[in-house]
């Protein structure tokens, strides 16, 4: 027993020794294999994070619970502006301060992550905050993974913020577009340019200014913080060299880049404000329009002196474009209103200028007027003054000045008419064309002309008289409520002279018939002797003063006005052209007495300029007349009118008849007739109205009479009217007249007339082709 014992315990522990062997072999092996998994680990971590940094996407590893920074590759490392992944998360990433404070915050960061407990991986836009402080939009994707053999989760993202930028960049132009077209305020479309710049450029604060032309000075523009600091530094910029870079961008009309501003001398009297606003580098660009002329200045500022990026100056280009065009488009617009509400006021204007009273009250009555044009317009003051004739010179008529405070209305220190005079001859030499013209102090005129001491331009345009080239009836002198004045106020200014001259030649017919009537309260012959002389003048207007007679060639042109009273409203015109035409008018104005002489002397005034201007084209003639007497025509007069051009060569006629009467004729053996012509409206009743023109010819032997409807209405005591039967029937005998057609017709009618009282004005115009008939 004790034997067998001993052989079970010696095999015990044989076995024992064996199975310690093998034990001791397998740790070996395991621990041999142990070794060789830890290499294998390493050699993979190692290759995952040399993989994970070769690639071009930035990459983050969290840890799945905690979202602790496991690892950053080296393209996030750079994108953070840290050397290492303990650093970024340290400073970045578990420092709410250091991340963007809007669109998204750490908080925000934190949430999203969470949101992977539903869903394995997410795909967003995310702003993170670089180096310099500036956001960096990235393309992000997020999803769980195991890392290093931990539960982590990998946001791989890549680098758009250049794309967001462009895409922003093109919203923002087409805003403005959009802006531009819908007409909205400058300073937000100017706002949404300098952000599309600063855009481009980083550390860049823009600014525009809009330039005013009447006060030649720059205005700050813009709402953003950088702009209202800058305004109230500088609330107004002149637009002269040295006056910053923004006023000599202005004055030079070319790009001013300051590298320095503190040592530039353009920014000697504003270093102080750059400093204070933290700028130390500028450039600005002047914006201008389609002609050239300057609308305001485009600034870009940056706080590290410097020359600025060429190429990024070159694509500015289109910015500095948008801001001229949303500049030409809102003036294009404000033009547009101002003259819809100039055309108001200048019909009105029309209107209270026909309307002046003669006599004391005209000066008073012409300085409201007046005040109304300063108001409008915005200017300083305004002075009429008219040529005397009998002193050579011009003396001031009427005038207006701003008063004390800014009122419009004349205070006591408003200039006296006819207390001022201007020799003719100072006048005349310097004056070279009938253009306004600019006087500054040191010119010899501007003394004899400047109403106050302000020293200010004074702006003269000049009144000349359309019926005689070189008479000048009288100056207008505009001093501006700042320095000069806007070129579209002048071009206004200019169609108010054009109205004021027609007041002043008013005036003086007025003040003829005025001076009539005042001398029959006293002594009738001197009434008579002047209204002799309104007759004359009126009938000076019309060839042969009431009696013409013309032979040319083959053709013979008799007329004779007869008005009913001293003065009257019909007119006859007799015009020869260069071209050997000739064009032969007869009208008839709708009233009587002065005021149809004064309507008569404008037509005949106007018809005489348009004939020459339009070379016989009638239908151009009676248009641009017709809208001329139409303009400021409250009192509704108006004129008929029969209007022919003759070749003199050929017998050609282009007849063209505004409501008068048709012209008989007469042809040899043949029965006399009213001719046919098409007739159209009155002149100066319609606006915008055609009228229509026919061709006949009057041949070799034929005869035409034109006449006013003072023929055919010619009473007799009797009460019986001439008649166009009468008329008609006058042309069986003028065939065997040798006076002559038109002495037929004037014998006829004055006596069937007789002893009555004549009741309208007669005219009667004849055209006489000599030769055998054809």
Same mark, same amino acid.
């Given at each position: ?325 949303? @500049? #030409?488009?809102? +003036?294009? %617009?404000?033009? !547009?209103?101002?003259?819809? *509400?100039?055309?108001? $006021? =200048?019909? /009105? ?116 008289? @359309? #019926?005689?080239? +070189?008479? %000048?009836?009288? !100056?207008?002198?505009?001093? *501006?409520?700042?320095? $000069? =004045?806007? /070129? ?287």
């Amino acid at each position: 027993m004790l034997f067998a014992l001993i052989v079970f315990l010696v095999l015990m522990y044989l076995v024992a020794l064996r199975d310690r062997s093998r034990t001791a072999g397998r740790f070996r092996a395991l621990t041999k294999a142990l070794e060789e998994a830890r290499r294998r680990l390493r050699s993979s971590v190692s290759d995952t994070r040399s993989m994970l940094n070769q690639g071009a996407a930035i990459v983050l590893v969290f840890d799945r619970h905690s979202l602790k920074l496991l690892f950053a590759n080296q393209q996030a490392l750079e994108l953070f502006g840290c050397d290492s992944t303990e650093a970024l998360s340290d400073q970045i990433m578990m420092r709410p301060d250091a991340w963007q404070p809007e669109p998204f915050s750490l908080l925000d960061f934190e949430r999203w992550m969470d949101q992977l407990k539903t869903s394995g991986s997410q795909r967003k836009d995310w702003l993170f905050s670089g180096p310099d402080r500036q956001g960096v939009w990235t393309d992000c994707f997020v999803g769980n993974t195991v890392f290093e053999g931990k539960a982590a989760r990998m946001l791989s993202a890549g680098n758009i913020h250049q794309y967001r930028m462009d895409r922003l960049a093109d919203s923002m132009r087409n805003r403005v577009l959009t802006d531009i077209t819908a007409g909205n305020g400058l300073e937000g479309i100017f706002d949404s340019l300098c952000k599309l710049t600063e855009i481009r450029l980083k550390d860049t604060r823009c600014q525009i200014s809009l330039f005013d032309q009447q006060r030649d000075h720059l205005i700050p523009m813009g709402t953003s913080r950088f702009a209202k600091e800058l305004r109230a530094r500088l609330p107004v910029i002149s637009a002269s060299y040295a006056a910053t870079s923004i006023g000599t961008a202005a004055y030079t009309r070319k790009r001013i880049v300051c590298e320095s501003i503190r040592a530039d001398h353009r920014w000697q009297g504003g270093a102080a404000v750059a400093e204070a606003l933290g700028v130390n580098s500028v450039w600005s660009e002047p914006i201008l329009n389609h002609q050239g002329e300057l609308l305001g200045v485009f600034s870009a500022f940056s706080p590290v002196p410097g020359k600025s990026d060429d190429g990024a100056l070159e694509d500015m280009a289109s910015v500095v474009s948008l801001a001229g065009l949303a @500049i #030409e488009r809102l +003036g294009w %617009r404000q033009n !547009l209103e101002a003259a819809a *509400s100039s055309e108001r $006021f =200048i019909r /009105q204007l029309g209107v209270d200028l026909v309307n002046l009273p003669p006599g004391p009250e005209f000066e008073t009555r012409l300085r409201s007027v007046l005040h109304n044009v300063v108001a409008q317009y915005e200017l300083g003051s305004v002075g009429v003054w008219e040529q005397r004739v009998e002193q050579e010179g011009f003396s001031l008529l009427v005038a207006t000045s701003k008063a004390v405070g800014g009122s419009e209305e004349a205070d006591e220190r408003e200039p006296v008419s006819g207390t001022f005079l201007v020799d003719e001859r100072l006048v005349r030499d310097a004056f070279r064309g009938s253009q306004p013209e600019y006087f500054n102090v040191q010119d010899d005129l501007y003394a004899s002309l400047v109403l106050n001491d302000e020293g200010k331009p004074v702006l003269v345009i000049p009144v000349d008289d @359309i #019926e005689q080239s +070189g008479r %000048r009836l009288g !100056l207008i002198t505009v001093q *501006s409520q700042f320095v $000069f =004045i806007a /070129q579209e106020v002048i071009e206004h200014l200019q169609v108010i002279a054009t109205m004021v001259r027609t007041v002043l030649l008013n005036r003086r017919l007025v003040q003829s018939l005025s001076r009539a009537m005042e001398a029959e309260q006293s002594e009738r012959r001197k009434l008579e002797g002047e209204l002799s002389v309104a007759r004359s003048i009126q009938m000076s207007m019309v060839p042969g003063a009431g009696h013409f007679k013309e032979t040319y060639r083959n053709w013979t042109i008799d007329a004779w006005l007869k008005p009913a009273k001293a003065v009257g409203g019909d007119l006859y015109e007799f015009i020869r052209l260069p071209t050997g035409k000739a064009v032969v008018a007869v009208g008839d104005v709708s009233d009587k007495g002065a005021p149809a002489a004064l309507f008569m002397a404008k037509t005949v005034s106007l018809l005489n300029l348009l004939v020459r201007m339009h070379d016989g084209d009638l239908k151009a003639i009676a248009e641009a007349l017709n809208a001329e007497l139409c303009r400021a025509n409250d009192s509704c007069m108006f004129v008929t009118m029969i209007l022919c051009t003759i070749d003199l060569t050929t017998g050609q006629v282009s007849w063209l008849n505004a409501g008068h009467d048709a012209p008989l004729s007469i042809k040899g053996i043949a029965a006399p007739e009213f001719m046919h012509v098409e007739s159209g409206p009155p002149l100066g009743l319609y606006e915008n109205t055609g009228y229509p023109v026919s061709q006949s010819r009057i041949v070799p032997g034929q005869k035409v009479a034109l006449y006013s409807d003072g023929v055919t209405e010619a009473f007799n005591v009797n009460r019986e009217a001439f008649g166009s039967d009468r008329l008609l029937s006058l042309g069986f005998r003028a065939p065997l007249q040798s006076d002559g057609l038109l002495e037929l017709l004037r014998q006829q009618i004055l006596g069937f007339i007789g002893p009555s009282p004549q009741s309208d004005d007669i005219t009667i115009l004849t055209v006489h082709h000599h030769g055998a008939g054809s």
